[in-house]
């Protein structure tokens, strides 16, 4: 614990941070000793959570309600965070668009592209900017299993989470010698609201644990740039890696997204 706070400083904050993955990533920060900021748009939620981590681990947190898909709620959170000394940002707050391309609004096309990449695009610029300052931090970017090809049904989901894991690459490699840690995590489908509309029933896929995503998260951060929770999903990558064509892995993905969406297609 000692370690992990001298290297990301005392405070962690986590984007979406009032349930599923986020909300593992605050408990797993909070084991570690970081004192933690909750940020999404559900108050009573996320004060519950707090509640949580102060009587279990007796840690500091700071909770705020912010929209950060608006430019008020990205000021928010700027505002009340000045004075205390972020060291580990996890961008985990985003949304999925499942369903054929044209069925989807470009509004809701626009809104996807806004939170999975112009939000942790303001926020890793921001705190990123004060990590090198300190020479110490780190950054975790949710990214996704579907970032490494062209997914049909997801399709500008699946272009967002490659932009998180491309970005992801590129300020590692910058970041590297502020000793900066920066992590992309690829899981697959996972039990959290995003999935709701998804039936995997006669696929031989079994929804990760937002626990398992985040533990794997925080125990790769520092030790690797590439995160993939979960056998199937390393098999799913090393298979699209080397084996199977860029058209094939689109195709094959397509299959199994077209099955697993078969309830709302």
Not at 131 to 136: A, F, I
């Amino acid at each position: 614990m000692k370690k992990f706070i001298e290297k990301y400083s005392s405070w962690g904050l986590i984007t979406g941070a009032s349930s599923g993955i986020g909300k593992q990533f605050a408990i797993s920060l909070a084991a570690r000793g970081l004192n933690i900021v909750l940020v999404a748009r559900s108050k009573e939620k996320m004060l519950l959570i707090g509640k949580e981590l102060v009587d279990k681990y007796d840690v500091a947190i700071k909770v705020i309600v912010a929209d950060l898909a608006s430019e008020v709620g990205i000021d928010t959170l700027i505002s009340e965070t000045n004075d205390l000394e972020i060291g580990l940002l996890v961008n985990n707050v985003g949304r999925e668009d499942s369903d054929h391309f044209l069925k989807i609004s470009t509004k809701e096309h626009v809104q996807t592209i806004v939170l999975n990449i112009q939000v942790p695009l303001l926020l890793t610029h921001h705190f990123g900017a004060k990590m090198v300052e300190r020479k110490k931090g780190g950054i975790i970017n949710m990214s996704s299993i579907v970032a490494f090809q062209g997914v049909p049904y997801v399709a500008n989901y699946a272009g967002t989470k490659a932009y998180n894991l491309i970005f992801s690459e590129g300020i590692a490699a910058e970041f590297e010698k502020h000793n900066i840690d920066v992590l992309a995590v690829t899981p697959g489908f996972t039990k959290t609201n995003l999935a709701q509309t998804y039936n995997l029933s006669g696929t031989p896929f079994k929804p990760l644990t937002p626990y398992f995503v985040a533990q794997k998260a925080v125990k790769d951060l520092g030790k690797k740039r590439l995160s993939i929770p979960g056998a199937i999903n390393a098999f799913l990558y090393w298979n699209g890696k080397f084996l199977f064509s860029r058209k094939m892995n689109t195709r094959s993905f397509g299959m199994v997204f077209k099955k697993a969406l078969r309830n709302s297609l």
